[in-house]
């Protein structure tokens, strides 16, 4: 996709829920591929598209345009039903949209100073939330039903957050996880824990979402500042083993998370993540306590990491990928 005509680059590139697939907009269209061999799997010829969130696996595409032609605004979020190719349903907003997050619940969408909660299944808005400015959209959400929090900047001077229960309808707590203002963050698939970074981009903090007022851990990148461009934890139903991060640096930083060791001890000694895990862990782990992977991407260019679960072929058992984009 780096190599595709100057005329087609790429505006916009996500996972699904699952990390399973893949989609990206372009000036023509958008198309969706596997994740597990890049096949492509759809693709439209509509115009500039900015944004393609997709809903797990289903036929349910949310798109915004780009604004190069009059019915792709990017004030206009289209619910599109990949299966039929037709739109659903649209919903039109007085600013451009910024970022839109969903499950099999609800629908979010961010503006620059409000953020929209839907039922997803009727449309029906539920809360409006009024933000401090987020030119951005920098968000996280947790696809989960039973731990679904949306988490969005508090400030524009600090890196204090606001959790909301996308839910319950209400706001969870506050959090002052950095001096800087925010630059990412993402929150477990199963809305457990959140990671920040700061603009600064030398520590990366994780707290419990339960007690998330008391930080977890903080973890050092480096030394000097670096944009951190994402987050990832890896796939868990109780607790993620692997935070990795990606910079413009252009290296991808894994770090193993000292939740339960007690409970892990007896897996450190083989596969993937025994083989990052260091012999000893503290609340405060320097670069030397996590692995480095240089030159994964060229400094400079914004990329985004997953960690997923493969099933191998050869038998049923399953490893942890990173998968960059």
């Given at each position: 996709m780096a190599n595709q005509p100057s005329s087609y680059p790429i505006l916009c590139a996500?996972?699904?829920?699952?990390?399973?697939?893949?989609?990206?907009?372009?000036?023509?269209?958008?198309?969706?591929?596997?994740?597990?061999?890049?096949?492509?799997?759809y693709e439209r010829a509509l115009g500039a598209f900015n944004i393609v969130e997709m809903l797990f696996s289903s036929n349910l595409v949310a798109i915004v345009g780009a604004g190069e032609q009059p019915s792709l605004s990017p004030r206009r979020l289209c619910l599109f039903n990949t299966m039929s190719g037709n739109a659903l349903r649209e919903l039109n907003f007085l600013t451009s949209i910024l970022a839109v997050r969903m499950n099999r619940k609800r629908l979010v969408v961010l503006l620059q100073d409000k953020t929209y909660i839907y039922d997803i299944n009727s449309l029906t808005i539920l809360d409006r939330i009024d933000t401090v400015p987020n030119s951005k959209g920098t968000c996280a959400f947790?696809?989960?039903?039973?731990?679904?929090?949306?988490?969005?900047?508090?400030?524009?001077?600090?890196?204090?957050?606001?959790?909301?229960?996308?839910?319950?309808?209400?706001?969870?707590c506050e959090i002052d996880a950095h001096r800087a203002p925010l630059a990412t963050m993402v929150l477990s698939s199963n809305g457990m824990y959140i990671a920040t970074a700061s603009e600064q981009g030398t520590m990366i903090r994780v707290?419990?979402?339960?007690?998330?007022?008391?930080?977890?851990?903080s973890f050092r990148r480096g030394s000097y500042p670096s944009t951190i461009f994402s987050l990832s934890f890896g796939p868990c139903s109780q607790v993620p083993e692997i935070l990795v991060a990606t910079s413009s640096s252009g290296s991808v930083h894994v770090f193993p998370l000292g939740f339960a060791i007690n409970q892990r001890s007896s897996r450190r000694s083989g596969g993937f993540l025994g083989s990052i895990m260091p012999d000893s862990i503290s609340d405060k782990l320097d670069p030397a306590h996590?692995?480095?992977?240089?030159?994964?991407?060229?400094?400079g260019i914004k990329s985004y990491a997953v960690i997923r679960k493969v099933d191998r072929v050869s038998d049923t058992s399953s490893s942890e990928t990173v998968a960059c984009r």
């Open positions: 996500s996972f699904n829920q699952d990390a399973s697939l893949f989609a990206i907009g372009t000036r023509d269209g958008f198309r969706i591929f596997d994740s597990n061999n890049g096949r492509l799997c947790s696809p989960s039903l039973d731990g679904c929090f949306l988490a969005i900047p508090a400030s524009i001077t600090k890196g204090s957050l606001l959790l909301y229960n996308v839910m319950e309808l209400q706001l969870h707290h419990l979402v339960s007690e998330a007022t008391k930080q977890s851990y996590h692995h480095i992977v240089h030159n994964a991407i060229p400094a």
